[in-house]
């Protein structure tokens, strides 16, 4: 039986959304940031893959199906107030940001402007054949 109860008690945005940090399970680095819907959650669950909710295509996406850079899933969590997931994964690849950075969180604030501080391990177009 596919007990679904855990899903509701997410605490879902008006617009059905929860934010989701994805963190590299060995390392503890935060790799990225995105969104889930209810679907992208239990599917996520389901597969051990991350799938995110894309605010801008307004479709599932399954975190490296153009990429190659999966994400599988070590563990999700749910914070205290039920309105933020933590995944903990193993980037595939060892690439998160479509920049072709390890993280999405590559600039440091420095003296009043921000720095890229993390080097590109592969240029975005070369990974997604543009």
């Excluded at 239990?42 to 850079?69: F, I």
Aim: charge should be neutral; proline fraction near 2%; include cysteine.
């Amino acid at each position: 039986m596919n007990n679904e109860t855990w899903l509701n008690k997410v605490n879902w945005s008006d617009d059905g959304l929860v934010p989701a940090i994805a963190q590299d399970a060995a390392t503890g680095r935060v790799l990225m940031v995105a969104w889930m819907n209810r679907e992208a959650l239990k599917l996520t669950w389901q597969k051990s893959e991350a799938v995110y909710w894309s605010r801008s295509r307004k479709k599932l996406w399954h975190k490296g199906e153009e990429s190659g850079h999966i994400q599988k899933v070590k563990e999700i969590r749910l914070d205290c107030d039920g309105d933020v997931i933590l995944l903990q994964i193993e980037q595939q690849g060892g690439i998160a940001c479509h920049t072709g950075r390890e993280s999405c969180f590559y600039s440091r604030l420095e003296q009043g402007r921000w720095v890229e501080v993390d080097e590109v391990l592969k240029s975005p177009d070369e990974i997604y054949k543009r």
